[in-house]
């Protein structure tokens, strides 16, 4: 399965706020053997996030979002998942337990805006907050979360612990690369495409460096990643064609 990841605000887009979500969830993933396929981000436009949203819902993938799930004008999250799957928004009763023992807590009143906060499509499913138990949602796959990091991180891991731990650890993966001087990407593209045609399992990659005020001399990395099994066969190819190209081979 793939797994994607939606960032949403504006703030983040203006530059206000640096995200934070990507490589910390690039992180979550990855210290359970999973890794990102995909990430978007999306500002607080009503209609573009629920266009994203019903492809995102036509797929297969495994989806976590960040923000937008509060209850002032700029958050839309709700919103545009009801609107992705045609779905009516409806008062959750454990969500909205949940916030009034908060309210209670906290010695805050129990306001219809922060009940709303507990309105979720028709069909959620909650996702448990550790820090203040305003609960997030979930529906086919798409996992919704706050954006305050502090929330965002332990809800996704909670999420990944509880529903996707058969996943663990079962996408091997390795990677191996080198530099190559003297030869330009296109140069090397035909032999790029050759050894993924001769390894299905894996990717090539390259990563161009252009010298200062000389843009005709390249230094690339170039490499495989993927499939273990494979791995040492194609990049011994990869590293044979480059030499074969006059290419220069230096260790990454």
């Known amino acids: 399965m793939a797994f994607g990841l939606y960032i949403i605000g504006d703030e983040i887009l203006s530059g206000k706020r640096q995200d934070k979500h990507f490589a910390r969830v690039r992180e979550i993933l990855a210290a359970r053997g999973l890794g990102l396929d995909w990430v978007l981000y999306l500002g607080d436009d009503r209609a573009r996030h629920a266009e994203a949203l019903r492809h995102s819902f036509a797929t297969e993938d495994i989806v976590f979002s960040c923000g937008g799930i509060g209850a002032t004008p700029d958050d839309h999250t709700r919103q ?47 996702i448990p907050n550790p820090v203040n138990r305003i609960a997030g949602f979930a529906l086919r796959r798409h996992w919704f979360v706050p954006g305050f990091p502090e929330m965002a991180w332990p809800m996704i891991e909670w999420v990944l612990d509880t529903h996707y731990a058969h996943l663990f650890n079962t996408r091997p993966s390795g990677e191996l690369s080198m530099i190559v001087h003297g030869l330009a990407e296109a140069t090397l593209t035909p032999l790029m495409l050759e050894i993924e045609a001769a390894y299905p399992g894996l990717k090539v990659f390259s990563l161009p460096h252009l010298t200062p005020d000389v843009v005709a001399v390249y230094e690339i990395e170039l490499g495989v990643k993927g499939d273990p099994d494979h791995l040492n066969a194609a ?4 590293r044979d064609g480059a030499l074969a190209l006059d290419g220069r081979v230096d260790k990454a």
């Open 80 to 126: 545009a998942v009801a609107e992705a799957l045609n779905r009516p928004l409806l008062a959750h009763p454990e969500a909205q337990a949940l916030i009034a023992e908060r309210s209670r807590e906290v010695g805050l009143p129990l306001t219809p805006g922060r009940l709303e906060m507990g309105v979720f499509p028709e069909g959620a499913s909650l």
């Open 235 to 238: 990049f011994a190819r990869l």
